[in-house]
């Protein structure tokens, strides 16, 4: 119930978006485009504006928990209005049913940064797009895995956009085992199994050590209300961060709807329109 409960969120908050005020809003397109990594097969779609400008600004969108690439449909459709161009995908074994390749039981934070470097690859270096423009925005889990790719990819990754990311992960699993010893092969977790991969790397893992090599502006957005990662942890990660703004909405819980998407979805394009 409560992963349905999230996933709904994430869900409502893509039904009603704006645009800049005052900015040519453009047609799009959309095209299926595949990623490859490890004989894996990921599977995505690329919104592209119609716009005579040879190179464009890319955003790549990643899902969170158990999530899909159909929920981040409408940012896409925004972004590229915008005149950007954005990928959204699935992430190899991110949920029980998708597109991609691969199985929930062999997934963790760094095989879904392996699928995450492997588009990062591929949109940098398609034809319509300008590689020294491509910004990584993540929500949940995609916001941990967005995380600490840029930080391994610093000159490949122009901007950092972070919903709710899910510094906290590191500290749930721990709580579930405290010891490697104590991973079974599977184990049940919000109604899906995992499995061993997902939390075995996890210890002695400082993910904050970890993303701060990234030095270039961030944005976090999170709510005050979040049941599933306190704010805290993305108050850690703005203090980490060397340039990073944290907008906090009140009462907000995992995932944004009504106003509060309206103006995180401002934020976003104004962020973008400095980059």
């Known amino acids: 119930m409560k992963l349905l409960v999230i996933v709904l969120l994430a869900v409502l908050g893509i039904l009603a978006l704006p645009g800049r005020a005052g900015a040519e809003e453009y047609a799009f397109h959309t095209e299926e485009l595949c990623a490859e990594r490890d004989g894996l097969r990921i599977y995505g779609k690329l919104y592209l504006p ?47 049913v998708n597109r991609s390749d691969g199985k929930m039981t062999d997934m963790s934070i760094f095989t879904e940064q392996k699928d995450l ?30 995380a600490i790719t840029a930080a391994d990819h610093t000159d490949e990754v122009n901007g950092l956009i972070l919903f709710f990311p899910a510094f906290v992960l590191v500290d749930d699993a721990m709580k579930l085992f405290p010891k490697p010893e104590d991973v079974p092969d599977t184990y049940p977790f919000w109604n899906v199994t995992l499995g061993r991969a997902y939390p075995e790397k996890l210890f002695g893992y400082d993910i904050y050590e970890d993303i701060k090599a990234y030095e270039k502006p961030v944005i976090i957005l999170h709510g005050d209300s979040d049941p599933v990662v306190p704010l805290r942890y993305s108050e850690k990660a703005r203090d980490t961060y060397r340039n990073a703004e944290l907008t906090v909405f009140p009462g907000a819980g995992h995932g944004f709807g009504g106003e509060d998407d309206r103006k995180a979805c401002e934020l976003v394009l104004k962020y973008l329109s400095e980059r």
Do not use: W
């Not at 588009?119 to 967005?146: A, C, E, K, N, Y």
């Open 50 to 96: 119609e716009t005579d400008q040879e190179k464009l600004p890319a955003v790549i969108i990643s899902h969170g928990f158990c999530g899909v690439h159909q929920m981040n449909e409408g940012y896409a459709s925004l972004l590229a209005k915008n005149g950007y161009a954005a990928y959204i995908f699935d992430f190899c074994g991110g949920a029980p």
């Open 117 to 146: 470097e492997a588009v990062l690859g591929m949109i940098r270096s398609h034809p319509r797009v300008d590689p020294d423009r491509v910004t990584l925005f993540g929500q949940s889990q995609g916001g941990v895995v967005s």
